[in-house]
């Protein structure tokens, strides 16, 4: 089995290009790559498009900053793809002035379009948002007398997702609660870097216990400890 590269967060942010869509994973930051996160604010590519279940905390009365909301401050972005910001008052803020397109997608359809765009399928029919301001703008669609949206796949240039445990090969074990939006954001992006807490040998992994199947993983950055 060939093994994956096992990069520096620095030299994984230097793979992320200004106008990139990328997609994050977490769920408030955890199961977020909080190391590549930093890294990739240091690098400061801009223009970005970021999917996200969410865009993590910040209050800027206290300082409290965890996951994605290091790019949001940084101003890294020109459109966010997500499904929750009532947490990050600079996400907030840059929505009301009309500095960032903030896109508010109901969560369960956003990981049903990341999911589509893994699997390749062309969209998703939903019942949700039919009679809202979601639908504007949407192909609605009839079938056995009920109204569904149209809801096409998302797809990412890049995806930085967070594991527990990986091997050399590049086999993903999630802790808990963090599966969230790691698995399906894994197999939606055309280049996928996963930071690990533990990187052991191929073969130390039971094939039982793998979440996301090497196959899918490109670059391996091993996590450090450092403050959400």
Excluded: W
Excluded at 17 to 31: H, N, Q, S
Excluded at 96 to 121: K, W
Aim: proline share 4%.
């Amino acid at each position: 089995m060939i093994q994956k590269p096992v990069v520096s967060a620095q030299e994984a942010a230097a793979k992320v290009k200004e106008g990139d869509t990328i997609m994050v994973a977490g769920f408030l930051g955890c199961g977020s790559p909080h190391t590549v996160i930093k890294a990739l604010k240091a690098a400061a590519p801009k223009q970005m498009t970021l999917v996200c279940n969410d865009t993590a905390i910040y209050d800027p009365k206290t300082g409290n900053i965890s996951g994605v909301a290091h790019l949001v401050v940084a101003k890294l972005l020109k459109k966010i793809i997500t499904s929750h910001i009532g947490l990050n008052q600079e996400s907030q803020r840059q929505m009301n002035e009309g500095e960032t397109q903030i896109e508010l997608v109901p969560q369960g359809t956003l990981a049903e379009q990341i999911r589509a765009g893994g699997a390749g399928l062309g969209g998703i029919l939903t019942p949700t948002g039919v009679g809202t301001e979601v639908e504007q703008g949407k192909q609605v669609i009839d079938i056995g007398g009920r109204s569904y949206l149209l809801e096409l796949p998302l797809r990412a240039n890049v995806a930085l997702i967070k594991a527990k445990t990986a091997d050399r090969a590049g086999n993903l074990i999630y802790s808990a609660t963090a599966r969230n939006f790691n698995p399906i954001m894994a197999a939606a992006a055309d280049l996928v870097i996963a930071e690990a807490e533990e990187i052991v040998g191929i073969g130390e992994l039971d094939p039982n216990a793998i979440h996301t199947p090497s196959i899918f993983v490109d670059f391996l950055v091993k996590a450090e400890n450092t403050d959400a």
